[in-house]
C-alpha cells in the first residue's frame, strides 16, 4: 500500500486510489477517456481488490468468499462490504462486478473528494482535476520522494512493465486493470516486447487476474450496454411548447421545467423545415453533462460560424479537450476574484465616478443602464482602456451576431447591413487602444489585468492564441459586461418590488461603506450575507444563460435515451431550478434556500454559470461584482420602478434580460459619491 507522509501524519491508497491517479491525464485536466460502463467495471474491480488484499474477501477464477465483513472505515469500500455481506451464497468475481457496477460513480465521487483532502489533487472550476505538486508526496518503503503520488504510481508500473523484476501484487493489479481498460497504451508507449511482458504482468496475480477477467467479461456482454435499452424521444410539439403560459413572459427554464415534467427529461422539439432539437432537463441530465458530457459533446460545431464573425478561429468557447483546458489554465487568474479582490478601491472609484452622471429625478432605460455601470468597472479592470463611448455599439453587434449564427432567427444578411459594418469596425478600434496602453514602457507598475495575461500568452504560444483571436479575446470583456449588466438589471428590480429585502441590503450597504471602502473579507464576509443570498435567488429565477447547445461527437445514451452522434443537444441546465422536487416552491422568493440545513443550491440542479467544462470561468469574480454594485448603488441612491404597474417581461433571445419598458427612476442621492 502506498503511504503518503506529511510531516508526522501518515495516510495510505489504496487501489481504488491509484487507479484513478493512473488514469489521470494532466495534460487534458481530467481522466484518460474510459466508457462510463467499463469504468465503472474497473472502478468496482479495484475496490474489490483492496477488499481482498484487505483479507475481507477472497477470490478466485470461479467465485468470491467473504472473509470478514467488518467495516474498513474506507466509504469507498464499506458500502460494497456491506452488499456483499446481505448476499448470502457463493457468487463470482464477475457476478459482483457487474452488480456493483451501478456504485462505480459514487465510488469515484469518494474518492475523488478523498484524494483532494489529502492534497493528492486539485479540483478546478469546469470538473477539470490537477496534481497538486506542492501537498502530499509518495513516501513507499520508508523512501521519500519528490514526485507527486500520481507520478510516483506511474513510476513504479513503468519499472514493473520494462524492468525483469516481478512486480508486487498491487502494481501488478494496476497494471491489469489499466491494461483492461486500454488505457495503458496511453500512459506508455509500448512496443511488442514491453506488450508482451504487460500479457504476462496481468496473469502472474490471481486476484488481479480474476477481476480483470470479470471486467473483460462485463465490458464485452452486449446485453449489459445501456444503449441496447435506449427508448424513443418523445416529440413535443412546437404549438405545445408556444401555448406553454410561460412563452408569453419569455421566462425559457420555467417553460422548459413544464415540459420536462410532462415528458420527461430527454425530449425533442420539430422545427417544420428545420433540424431536430433534442433538450436535456433534469437533474440526471445535468449531472451527466457535468460528468460525461465532454466525452460525447462538442461546443465547436455550432460556434464555428459565430468565431468567424470576428475573424477567429479556435477561440475558447469552441474549444474542447486538452486545447481548451490548457487555455483556461493559462488565464483562470484573470478572472479569479483574488485579483478583483486587490482592486476593491479601484472598482469602487470607477464604480462612483459612473454614478455621478446620473441625475436625481431622471429615469434610464434598466438594460443599458446597468451594461454601462458594469462596463465602467469591467474595461478598466481588465482591459485598462476607457470603451463606454463604443459599449453599446459592440453589445448590439454581438447580439445581433447570436441572432444570426447562434439562435438563428435572423437571416445572417442582417449582420452585413451599413450599420453593423460600422459596428464591426469598432471591434478593430478597441483591440489597438488595448495595444496601445499594454506596451512595456506603459505598463510599468500597473497592477496585471486581463489583457496582460493574454498578450503574454499570444507571444509565448502562438498557435494556441493567434494574432486573428486577439479582435475577439481582447474586446471580450466588454461583451461580458452584456450579461452581467443583465443580470444586474434583474437583481434591482426583484430588490425595488420587495421592500423588506430593499430595507435589509441598504443596512448592509450603509454598515459596510460607513467608515470608508471596505476590505475584501469584509465584504464576503457574514456583512453582506443577505446581499449575496438575495443574488443567488435572483439568478435562480432569472439566470442569463438558461441553454447551453452542444453537438453530440459520439453516440451515447442518456437518461435512457440514445443521442445519435452529430445531433445538435440544448441543455437547459437552469430547468432544474423551476423542479419544486429540487427547490420547494419554485416560484417563491426565498433567500434562506442558501443557509443550513437546506442549502438547495449545494445540487446539480443549480447552474446558472453553466455545467461541466464550459462553466462560466469568471463566475467568483461576476459574484462579487454584482454584489459590490447593487451595495453602491443602494449606499448612494434610491431607485423606483418605471412605470409604476411594470410587469416584469424577459426578452429570452439571445440571452434572457427585462424587456426594454423597463426603466430605474432615481429618486433620491443618499450620500455624497467620493471623488
Known sequence: MAHMTNGASTQTLTLVDEFLLTLLNEEAGYFHQVPGWDLNCAVVGAALAELSLRSRVDTDLDSLILLDGTPTGDA?????????????????????????????????????????????????????????????????????????????????????????ELPDPRDAIIISLTNTCDVLRLIFQLDDESAARVEHLCKIDLIGRAIADAITDSIAGPLLRRSAFAKAIPVVSLVKMLRNPHVRSGNLPAVFADLAEEYGPVFQIKVPFGQRMIFLCGPGTNRWVHRHGRMYLRARDYLEEFEKVYGGSGILPTLDGADHFRYR?????????????????????????????????????????????????????????????????????????????????????????????????LIDEVVARVQRVHTPAQRAGCPRDLADDLLSMHANDRQLLPESNLRFVLSAPLIASMYVGDQLSFIIHAMLLQPEFHDKIRAEADALFADGDPDHETVTGPAT????????????????????????????????????????????????????????????????????????????????????????????????????????????????????DYKLKISPVPSMSPNKKLKFRIVEQRHELPV
Open 76 to 164: 469507498a469500500l464499506d458500502p460494497i462490504l456491506e452488499k456483499i455481506a446481505d448476499e448470502p451464497g457463493r457468487h463470482s468475481a464477475q457476478y459482483w462486478v457487474e452488480r456493483l457496477a451501478i456504485r462505480g460513480e459514487s465510488i469515484i465521487d469518494v474518492t475523488l473528494e478523498r484524494l483532494v483532502d489529502l492534497k493528492v489533487l486539485e479540483h478546478h472550476d469546469g470538473g477539470f482535476w490537477t496534481l497538486a505538486r506542492a501537498g502530499w508526496q509518495a513516501n513507499l518503503r520508508g523512501q521519500s520522494d519528490d514526485q507527486t503520488a500520481a507520478e510516483f504510481v506511474k513510476t513504479r508500473i513503468g519499472r514493473a512493465i520494462f524492468g525483469e
Open 529 to 644: 450575507d443577505v446581499t449575496r443570498r438575495f443574488i443567488m435567488e435572483c439568478m435562480r429565477l432569472y439566470p442569463i444563460i438558461p441553454i447551453s447547445i452542444r453537438n453530440v461527437m459520439n453516440s451515447t445514451v442518456v437518461e435512457g435515451y440514445e443521442l445519435p452522434e452529430g445531433a445538435r443537444v440544448f441543455i437547459a441546465q437552469t430547468a432544474t431550478h423551476y423542479m419544486s422536487d429540487l427547490f420547494p416552491e419554485p416560484f417563491k422568493f426565498d433567500i434562506d434556500r442558501y443557509k443550513p440545513p437546506r442549502t438547495e443550491h449545494l445540487g446539480i440542479g443549480y447552474a446558472p454559470y453553466g455545467l461541466g467544462t464550459h462553466v462560466c470561468l469568471g463566475s467568483r469574480w461576476t459574484e462579487m461584482q454584482l454584489a459590490l454594485n447593487l451595495l453602491l448603488i443602494v449606499r448612494h441612491f434610491t431607485l423606483q420602478i418605471v412605470p409604476e
Open 329 to 425: 489554465k493559462t488565464i483562470q487568474p484573470a478572472y479569479s476574484r483574488t485579483r478583483l479582490e486587490t482592486q476593491l478601491t479601484n472598482f469602487c472609484t470607477y464604480a462612483r465616478r459612473h454614478m455621478a452622471t446620473w441625475s436625481v429625478g431622471e429615469s434610464r432605460s434598466a438594460v443599458p443602464m446597468c451594461r454601462k455601470l458594469v462596463n465602467s468597472e469591467m474595461s478598466p479592470l481588465t482591459v485598462s482602456i476607457d470603451s463606454q463611448d463604443v459599449v453599446d455599439d459592440l453589445h448590439k453587434f454581438k447580439e445581433r451576431a447570436l441572432q444570426t449564427h447562434i439562435g438563428r432567427t435572423m437571416p445572417k444578411f442582417m449582420l452585413k447591413t451599413p450599420a453593423m459594418k460600422r459596428r464591426a469596425k
